[in-house]
T-cell receptor
Framework: NAGVTQTPKFRILKIGQSMTLQCTQD?????MYWYRQDPGMGLKLIYY???????DKGEVPNGYNVSRSTTEDFPLRLELAAPSQTSVYFC????????????FGSGTRLTVV | DQQVKQNSPSLSVQEGRISILNCDYT??????FLWYKKYPAEGPTFLIS?????DKNEDGRFTVFLNKSAKHLSLHIVPSQPGDSAVYFC?????????????FGTGTRLKVLA
């Protein structure tokens, strides 16, 4: 049982480049989330999805886009990367909205130079 | 505005003793709380939860206490083991714009000394 899989684990981007962070879960969870963690800070919610075809903004959505075409996949798109997007990105999923804890992926460490 | 605060960035405890990690919140609408543990280069893993209708929840060596009047929760680990050394995050949720979202604290790094 793979759980939540994120790729890539590490990436260095140049300012202005774009990339997609991949997230896949095999637990048939409806709820999926993208968080970022900056040094010394808590996790900030970027986007979330309550099911295929439904996405919504979290606390810090600017500079990002998401899609949810299937239950399994929830990619995060960065357009025009900026140094402020240097962070560790975590994808998570949950069966129910909040009663169960989230299952997190192992993270993507992104550096924008 | 940090709605969920973990004021102790780090904590060191001797193996076998009790570890107490604290978390304060400001939003009285929060009604469900979680604790996560995070090892380096891994994602957070769910540890224990508590609903606002309870003041205590226990799971093995881990107990979470909730004091609603003080807007404070704490995680007790007894006895502490070296494998408990990790960063611990508390998270709180409330209904916002029709969905529940979690707000995370900044984390406390626990080091259990052998």
């Amino acid at each position: 049982n793979a759980g939540v899989t994120q790729t890539p684990k590490f990436r260095i981007l140049k300012i202005g480049q774009s990339m997609t962070l991949q997230c896949t879960q095999d637990m048939n969870h409806n709820y999926m989330y993208w968080y970022r963690q900056d040094p010394g800070m808590g996790l900030k919610l970027i986007y979330y999805s309550v099911g295929a075809g439904i996405t919504d903004k979290g606390e810090v959505p600017n500079g990002y886009n998401v899609s949810r075409s299937t239950t399994e996949d929830f990619p995060l798109r960065l357009e025009l990367a900026a140094p402020s997007q240097t962070s560790v990105y975590f994808c998570a999923s949950s069966l129910r909205e909040r009663v169960h804890g989230y299952t997190f992926g192992s993270g993507t460490r992104l550096t924008v130079v | 505005d940090q709605q969920v605060k973990q004021n102790s960035p780090s904590l060191s405890v001797q193996e076998g003793r009790i570890s107490i990690l604290n978390c304060d919140y400001t939003n009285s609408m929060f009604d469900y709380f979680l604790w996560y543990k995070k090892y380096p280069a891994e994602g957070p893993t769910f540890l224990i939860s508590i609903s606002s209708i309870k003041d205590k929840n226990e799971d093995g060596r881990f107990t979470v206490f909730l004091n609603k009047s003080a807007k404070h929760l704490s995680l007790h680990i007894v006895p502490s083991q070296p494998g408990d050394s990790a960063v611990y995050f508390c998270a709180a949720s409330a209904l916002t714009s029709g969905t529940y979202k979690y707000i995370f604290g900044t984390g406390t790094r626990l080091k259990v000394l052998a």
